[in-house]
């Protein structure tokens, strides 16, 4: 199956989850990531603020900052790279250009994400051989994970059913190195 085809069935499935599912997917995700010492160690994580039916990252992403994290997230630049911006609080998002919850705080340019410690990651499926991620499609990903280190824990956060063995592979797509969905955490390389 092509990728924009893979990226239609999926969405599709995301929309038939219940507000239920949702929740009860997002403490599962939250609460086993929280356990990893590796998180628990992390001093500056780069996550992403969750919109619709992704896996939800609000709880996580306050929990995180709680614990005394620095965490900075994704502000979309107008050739769909990735600038980053410290999360401070939930009264420190508007929505940005895609109209996803960004940080309104100092941009700190694309290479950010170099200096942090774990990466979480949106995709719609992973594949479960290759750890080969697809989103939504604007590239964004592919570049930001371009600038992570080899030995920096890679986590894309999936919903039951979407770690697969079929994504379509470019030379372009970055693997990450975890998959979590609500069943468990799983390592891939
Ligand atoms: N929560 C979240 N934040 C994120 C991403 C993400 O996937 N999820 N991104 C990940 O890169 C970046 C934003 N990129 C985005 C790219 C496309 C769409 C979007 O709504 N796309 C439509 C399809 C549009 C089209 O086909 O042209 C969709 O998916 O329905 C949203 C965000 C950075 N922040
Ligand atoms: N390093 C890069 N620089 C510029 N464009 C890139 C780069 N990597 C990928 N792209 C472009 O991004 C587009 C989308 O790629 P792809 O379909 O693999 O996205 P994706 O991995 O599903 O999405 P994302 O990375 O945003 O989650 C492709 O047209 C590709 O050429």
Known sequence: MDKQN???RLNAARS????????HNAVKVR????EQPWVQMAGLVACYWSTGSEPDTHGLVFALWKHGATVILP??????????????????????RR????????????EAIRTAALVIV????????TGVRLGRGGGSYDRALARVGPNVPTVALLHDGELVEDVPHEPHDRPVR????????????
């Open 122 to 129: 949106p995709a719609l499926a992973v594949d479960r051989d």
């Open 99 to 110: 109209g996803i919850m960004e940080p309104v705080d100092t941009r700190r340019g694309v």
């Open 6 to 8: 893979m990226r239609r």
């Open 16 to 23: 038939r989850l219940s507000p239920e599912q949702l929740r």
């Open 178 to 189: 975890y998959a979590m969905t609500p069943s468990g955490l799983t390592s891939l390389m």
């Open 75 to 96: 502000v979309l630049r107008d050739d769909d790279d990735l600038d980053w911006a410290v999360y401070d609080g939930p009264d420190t998002l508007a929505p940005g």
């Open 31 to 34: 609460e086993t990531l929280l």
